[in-house]
Nanobody, 125 residues
Framework: VQLQASGGGLVQAGGSLRLSCAASGRTYSNYAMGWFRQAPGKEREFVAAINWRGGRTYYADFAKGRFTISRDNAKPTVYLQMNSLEPEDTALYYC???????????????????WGQGTQVTVSS
């Protein structure tokens, strides 16, 4: 499956952005989807994930209450709505997919074999 992330940009603290990740290739609807981010000099970290039916979502502690992941299997696209952004959210955001991810591994980067190219999010103070 091929993934194309978009929607990043420059926003002031307190603002919002909506990231999109368009999928193509294999049967997308069977794939769990995740968002990860990587700031300069830091490890790539988990942000949010959603199972293939869309009924189960997972969030990193820093994302809870501010970010919302959703998907539209008809498009097929996964979204990350980010509100109340902080300068600490500045990073390159990646979407990821895999059809072998379980509920126990949804938050683990190595569980995903398909990755998009990343979209830059910059939050100014």
């Amino acid at each position: 499956v091929q993934l194309q992330a978009s929607g990043g940009g420059l926003v002031q603290a307190g603002g919002s952005l909506r990231l999109s990740c368009a999928a193509s290739g294999r049967t997308y609807s069977n794939y769990a989807m995740g968002w990860f981010r990587q700031a300069p000099g830091k490890e790539r970290e988990f942000v949010a994930a959603i199972n293939w039916r869309g009924g189960r979502t997972y969030y990193a502690d820093f994302a809870k209450g501010r970010f919302t992941i959703s998907r539209d299997n008809a498009k097929p696209t996964v979204y990350l709505q980010m509100n109340s952004l902080e300068p600490e959210d500045t990073a390159l955001y990646y979407c990821a997919a895999d059809n072998a991810v379980s509920m126990h591994t949804m938050t683990f980067r190595p569980a995903y074999n398909y990755w998009g190219q990343g979209t830059q999010v910059t939050v100014s103070s």
